[in-house]
């Protein structure tokens, strides 16, 4: 949940298309595509899709803590606090949900710069790394499941989880203090472990082809053309888009919320 010290570009804007970028939107963008970048903290992801948007002239949405006014503050004193947070952050990306949808609809392929799951997977981290009690998880998969049924949250098209080394992720958060706070460092690298497992176990499955992992050791510059590679073999060999409420049910499952 990095606050992101990449100069932002218009949220959900188009930067000026290049003749690459018609020529990819040509190939992958009709009918519309809702795509989400995900990985830890650190990984570079928000500059990588950031670099992507720029290159091919997709649109793309910031991240749910780059969009809340005032920025929340990512620490808490209660657990009550945490609910707040979390919730907050889930009513954000479930906002960025239906923006996303309604761009998909015109025929876009469109960014997120994470997607729709961060407080599910993140508090599943808090509370296998007893930083959280087990009844948060389950207030918030709750909310998830009723916000789906009623069309307000839901899964993109498909995920493209950018995968670094510890030692990588370090030396990026390191360098940007501002948007990878020094204090939050730690509890994010415990967390990462877990939410990879989850992507691993709970979500992959779940997803199938559209899910894929990608590399993200090297420049920015190295790193997009593994990400727009991924994002068309997931469109050609995606099936039917499993539903929201099912992998909700892994996702509860899996931590034992009832």
């Not at 997607?115 to 009844?135: D, M, Q, V």
């Not at 030396?171 to 948007?179: E, F, H, K, W």
């Not at 939410?195 to 990608?214: A, D």
Request: hydrophobic share 40%; glycine share 10%; aromatic share 4%.
């Amino acid at each position: 949940m990095s606050l992101g010290a990449t100069p932002p570009i218009k949220d959900a804007g188009r930067a000026g298309p290049t003749a690459k970028g018609l020529r990819d939107l040509r190939r992958v963008s009709m009918p519309g595509w809702l795509v989400a970048v995900e990985g830890p903290s650190g990984a570079g992801k928000t500059s990588a899709v950031h670099a992507l948007a720029r290159r091919t002239g997709r649109p793309m949405l910031a991240e749910a803590v780059d969009r809340i006014r005032p920025v929340p503050r990512l620490t808490w004193s209660s657990d009550a606090e945490l609910l707040r947070l979390e919730s907050r952050l889930l009513a954000e990306d479930a906002a960025r949900y239906r923006e996303g949808r309604r761009l998909a609809r015109s025929g876009a392929t469109v960014l997120a710069d994470t997607g729709f799951l961060g407080p599910l997977t993140y508090t599943a981290g808090l509370i296998r790394e007893h930083l959280a009690p087990p009844e948060l998880l389950g207030a918030l998969l709750r909310t998830a499941a009723e916000w789906a049924r009623e069309g307000r949250w839901g899964l993109p098209d498909a995920v493209l989880y950018v995968r670094t080394s510890d030692a990588t992720r370090h030396r990026r958060a390191t360098a940007d203090p501002a948007g990878h706070p020094p204090s939050l460092q730690l509890r994010h690298q415990r967390v990462a472990a877990v939410e990879f497992e989850l992507y691993r176990t709970v979500v992959r499955p779940t997803l199938g082809p559209r899910l894929r992992f990608v590399s993200g050791e090297g420049t920015v510059e190295e790193v997009v053309p593994r990400l727009d590679r991924a994002l068309s073999r997931t469109r050609s060999v995606a099936g039917r888009r499993p539903s929201s409420g099912t992998l909700l049910g892994a996702l509860a499952r899996s931590e034992g919320v009832s």
